[in-house]
């Protein structure tokens, strides 16, 4: 199983508002532990003010082939072409199951002779030796460090599976994302929606191509080989979404789109954002290493980082394996402390980690109890109850399961985060790694899908709607002294 997209929304790294500032134009060096796909390297380029003239070094690793090669594939797009023909191939290469043969034909004469090159030079090496390969695109450069037979794979990504029709795809992917066994968790998925989104999120489900509602699907031909890479399955769950990987408040109609065409807003959106990171990414030094290897490994092949002449780097992001079912807390800040800048070099330095988990593993039975009656009586405000929750005939109504389990977004986060917190000793594997936590982060909001005390109804609407449940908490570390 795969997971090609994100499943939290983007976010910004360097937030230059409320840290270095808006009027910094210095060097910024970033590191993406996990980074999954390149949302975030996106959201924080292409928010750069006009005014930024500095250099940005970028280290992106993830340990999965799949996700590697696909996002050096985007940046390759983004570096090389002009930035009105990068952005559409970017956004359809990116979430598109199936693409126009004019867009595989680009990429075959643009890009894939650049693989090529290398993996003719290496062909009589060992499968496992590492090998690194720069491009230099005026301002820009993109380096990749791929063993040779994660090279000799990524050429498949050019190349739909032999024998695989466009037709063998699309009932290949709709066997997962509408498979009859699982029609019964499709169904609970859009009753959150309203009724005319609804019609999109099945639309999508069917054809997996991003596009605007009424816009006409004929060119869109040619099974996307970044996702089909076998004739076998579909690499990813049945409720994957892109919508989960952007803001829902970034997301909004134009004055020209249906309002419920929610992957139209989105494909709106992604064209613009992908747009302004293509222009960004020519107006200042830009270098970008990618990486395939284990989070813990990535210390190792940055040792420069650690040296006062490099001074580390300014943000750190390691997504939610910092969370306890993944590599945990303790090794994640041991490994990664002496490679963030300290306080003397920049001040604004931090660590950012992501916990998805944590507040459910915090929470107990007896917590659910004790606080039933007040959660519900938040819930009822924005979710009146109906005669037909109470219905003898109906005991175990849709309505009635929605609005239980909307309970979720109104139980204490904070004190369940500090029981977590108390649990596993945080406080003590933070100083142990020489680092504090921040009180008040600065890089992202602590728990940025919460839902407010004044929450308004259509923040409720679209948090229930959402893959989320306002419990993502993320946390910011600092080194200390």
């Known amino acids: 199983m795969k997971y090609l997209w994100g499943n939290v929304p983007a976010i910004d790294v360097l937030n230059l508002q409320g840290n270095e500032g808006l009027d910094y134009t210095g060097d910024f ?12 390297l996106i ?3 292409g928010t750069l003010p006009p005014t930024y003239t500095g250099a940005c070094e970028v280290v992106m690793n993830d340990k999965d082939i799949a996700i590697v090669a696909r996002n050096a594939l985007l940046l390759l797009v983004a570096f090389l072409f002009d930035p009105e023909i990068a952005a ?3 956004l359809h290469l990116w979430y598109s199951a199936f693409v126009p043969a004019e867009l595989l034909s680009l990429m075959r004469e643009n890009i894939l002779p650049l693989i090529q090159d290398i993996c003719s030079k290496i062909e009589p090496k060992p499968p496992t030796k ?5 491009w230099v695109f ?14 000799t794979q990524l050429l498949s990504y050019f190349e739909v599976p032999s024998g695989l029709s466009t037709t063998a795809a699309k009932n290949l992917r709709v066997s997962t994302t509408l498979h009859p066994d699982r029609m019964d968790y499709v169904d609970r998925g859009l009753f959150n929606y309203p009724p005319g989104q609804r019609v999109a999120m099945r639309r999508f489900r069917e054809d997996g191509i991003l596009l605007p509602f009424g816009t006409s699907r004929g060119d869109y031909d040619t099974p996307n ?4 890479q076998d004739k076998e ?17 970034d997301i909004t109609p134009s004055t020209t789109s249906a309002r419920n065409d929610i992957y139209g807003h989105l494909c709106t959106h992604l064209y613009s954002t992908l747009l302004r990171f293509c222009r960004k990414c020519r107006q200042f030094t830009l270098k970008i290493r990618l990486f395939q290897t284990d989070i813990l490994a990535l210390p190792d092949l940055n040792t420069d980082a650690k040296t006062p002449q490099q001074g580390g780097f300014d943000r750190i992001e390691v997504s939610n394996v910092i969370d306890g079912g993944y590599i945990g807390t303790a090794p994640i800040l041991s490994s990664f402390a002496p490679l963030l800048k300290p306080p003397h070099q920049n001040p604004h330095a931090t660590l950012i980690g992501l916990y998805l988990n944590a507040v459910h593993e915090a929470s107990t039975s007896t917590d659910q109890i004790v606080s039933m009656a007040e959660e519900l009586t938040r819930v009822r405000q924005y979710m009146p109850i109906t005669p037909c929750m109470l219905s003898p005939d109906r005991e175990f109504s849709a309505e009635l399961l929605r609005m239980l389990s909307a309970r979720e977004f109104f139980r204490d986060l904070d004190a369940l985060f500090e029981r977590y917190c108390r649990m596993l000793g945080i406080e003590g594997m933070t100083q142990a790694a020489g680092m504090v936590m921040k009180g008040k982060n600065t890089v ?8 407010g005390p004044r929450a308004t109804q259509e923040e409720f609407d679209k948090l229930l709607a959402s893959m989320h449940d306002g419990s993502e908490r993320y946390v910011e570390w600092q080194r200390v002294g």
Request: charged letters at 20%.
């Open 130 to 134: 590492l090998f690194s390969k720069t």
């Open 88 to 90: 559409p191939v970017m």
């Open 225 to 228: 080989p970044t996702f089909f």
């Open 43 to 45: 959201k924080a380029i």
């Open 233 to 249: 399955s579909w690499p990813m769950k049945d409720n994957a979404d892109p919508l989960a990987g952007w803001s829902w408040q």
């Open 29 to 40: 060096r970033l590191l993406f532990g996990a980074s999954g796909d390149c949302r975030n």
């Open 138 to 151: 005026e301002n820009r450069s993109l380096s990749l460090a791929l063993p040779k037979q994660s090279w």
């Open 444 to 451: 992202v909001e602590k728990w940025p899908m919460r839902l």
